[in-house]
């Protein structure tokens, strides 16, 4: 299986910040590469696909990008509604999708 | 709207097998063009991927459940059934269903909407 790294594990960031979240392949995955996100007691929701591409509904103040191995997810100008855990998501190694471990992103 | 709801025990014992039903409203699963797929959620191992399913019938299994999975759709009824066998305590997990996009393709992604989620403990 492909392993998806997640970094860091968890930050906390005020009001206005930027955030980046890092997410590594254990080996090339092309551009397959999905982010979501999921708030306490709900289901994970979409964010980001194919690296860039932003799902409807998502603020432009997200965006993705990387290739290969190494990807990042940065949340521009961070919101209060912007809490949650961050997980990505390799489509390369199909049926055998996997996640990464999640980064948690907290509030100041 | 397209919702979809995860319903069955909450509680199985290890060798048995858990049963596991989605029922999706605003749209026909005899008619959809829909993929579908599980996905489970433990705190121990994060999220992982179970399977897709087309609503026709046609399924797609993540490896790493060694063929335990059974995934299948009732048209009459309209709903997704995921069965797990030989259960052990590490398929306790909360078991999601949800649409996913592009099945079987690089781009494959969990589009949603997803269930809520259940529950499901693995316990004598």
């Known amino acids: 299986d492909i392993r998806m790294t997640q970094s860091p594990s968890s930050l906390s960031a005020s009001i206005g910040d930027t955030v980046i979240i890092t997410c590594r392949a254990s080996?090339?995955?092309?551009?397959?590469l999905h982010w979501y996100q999921q708030k306490p007691g709900q289901a994970p929701k979409l964010l980001v696909y194919?690296?860039?591409s932003l799902q409807s509904g998502v603020p432009s103040r997200f965006s993705g990008h990387g290739s290969g191995k190494e990807f990042t997810l940065t949340i521009r100008n961070l919101q209060p509604e912007d809490f949650g855990v961050y997980y990505c998501q390799q489509s390369y190694s199909i049926p055998a999708l996997t996640f990464g471990g999640g980064t948690k992103v907290e509030i100041k | 709207q397209l919702q979809l709801q995860e319903s069955g025990p909450g509680l199985v014992k290890p060798s048995e097998t858990l049963s596991l039903t989605c029922n999706v409203s605003g749209d026909s699963l005899k008619t959809s063009s829909n993929y579908w797929g599980w996905i489970r959620q433990t705190p121990e191992k994060g999220l992982e991927w179970i399977g897709s399913i087309y609503s026709g019938g046609r399924t797609s299994y993540n490896p790493s459940l060694k063929s335990r999975a059974i995934m299948s759709v009732d048209t009459a009824k309209n709903q997704l059934s995921l069965q797990v066998n030989s259960v052990t305590a590490t398929d306790t997990a909360v078991y999601f269903c949800?649409?996913?996009?592009?099945?079987?393709?690089?781009?494959?992604?969990?589009?949603?909407?997803w269930g809520q989620g259940i529950l499901v403990t693995v316990s004598s």
């Open positions: 194919g690296v860039g």
């Open positions: 080996q090339s995955i092309s551009s397959y």
């Open positions: 949800a649409k996913v996009y592009g099945s079987g393709t690089y781009n494959m992604r969990i589009d949603g909407p």
